[in-house]
């Protein structure tokens, strides 16, 4: 549905867009590339796949498609909406429209009818990210509490059989709906995404004899991904220091508990292969 939605805003919109409002413009690079490690979360679902991987049919061919397949639908989409909104509204008339801006930028072709339809599209497409990301978090918790490195409830089952951590999870993601604005939610979630992929890179580093990737391509990776996490921090610490506590405060936290976890359990770091099942040490 939500495709469809953007769809129909990128075909018929194409047909409204001023062009003089796409040229580059050098004295926005800084806010271009602020905007793209906002954006990172955009791109967050492929990671989201992997953490269903043990739930999937033919985890080692599909996976690797299904990565790909979001990667290439997600860019091609992401351009042209984007494309046609900056392009019928501009910059000026995006930055006025805050939250609601695509469809502000739907009025001009599509009228009051646009509005509805891409607010609509945009709650189904909110509440499918969420769906997806509270599913993969919690799953990811439930596989580390049945190895024993998280607390029991994590495994445990509640209301309707599903994992407790599901439950702690989505409340811990409303907290931060709550305490914070859009664009410090976005910068929350990115931030943290971005942090798994650096790890999720590093550890591709050090596995790379037995991956067959390329150190090169897995360097460069760490390098950018590095830049863009650098530039959101800073960007948060000039504009929006709440999310930046937040942010600061959720790895503290998280640290903390570890530790804690690790002292109270007398675990140490694991070579794979060696994750001890739930009553195991």
């Given at each position: 549905m939500k495709i469809g939605i953007l769809a129909l805003f990128a075909a018929v919109g194409a047909f409204y867009v001023d062009p003089a409002r796409l040229r580059p413009d050098p004295q926005r690079l800084t806010a271009t590339v602020y905007a793209a490690s906002l954006f990172f979360l955009s791109y967050t679902g492929f990671g989201l796949i992997t953490n269903a991987s043990e739930n999937i049919e033919d985890p080692k061919r599909n996976v690797p498609r299904a990565i790909y397949l979001s990667l290439l639908v997600a860019t091609v989409v992401y351009v042209f909406v984007a494309a046609v909104a900056d392009g019928t509204l501009g910059p000026e008339g995006l930055a006025r429209a805050e939250e609601y801006?695509?469809?502000?930028?739907?009025?001009?072709?599509?009228?009051?009818?646009?509005?509805?339809?891409?607010?609509?599209?945009?709650?189904?497409?909110?509440?499918?990210?969420?769906?997806?990301?509270?599913?993969?978090?919690?799953?990811?918790?439930?596989?580390?509490?049945?190895?024993?490195?998280?607390?029991?409830?994590?495994?445990?089952?509640?209301?309707?059989?599903?994992?407790?951590?599901?439950?702690?999870?989505?409340?811990?993601?409303?907290?931060?709906?709550?305490?914070?604005?859009?664009?410090?939610?976005?910068?929350?979630?990115?931030?943290?995404?971005?942090?798994?992929?650096?790890?999720?890179?590093?550890?591709?580093?050090?596995?790379?004899?037995?991956t067959k990737g390329s150190r090169v391509v897995v360097a460069a990776s760490f390098i950018v991904v590095s830049l863009v996490l650098a530039v959101l921090l800073y960007n948060q610490y000039t504009g929006n220091p709440r999310a930046l506590a937040f942010i600061a405060g959720a790895y503290a936290s998280a640290a903390i508990l570890e530790y804690l976890l690790g002292r109270r359990k007398g675990r140490s770091m694991l070579a794979r292969g060696q994750w001890p099942r739930r009553g195991e040490g």
């Open positions: 801006a695509l469809a502000e930028a739907a009025k001009p072709f599509l009228g009051r009818a646009g509005f509805v339809l891409v607010s609509l599209g945009a709650l189904v497409s909110t509440a499918s990210a969420l769906n997806a990301t509270i599913y993969g978090g919690a799953n990811a918790a439930y596989a580390l509490a049945k190895k024993g490195f998280l607390p029991e409830s994590f495994e445990r089952k509640a209301w309707k059989s599903e994992p407790e951590g599901l439950y702690i999870t989505a409340a811990l993601g409303l907290a931060a709906a709550l305490l914070l604005n859009l664009e410090g939610v976005a910068a929350v979630c990115s931030a943290t995404f971005i942090v798994i992929y650096l790890v999720v890179i590093a550890s591709h580093y050090k596995l790379i004899n037995l």
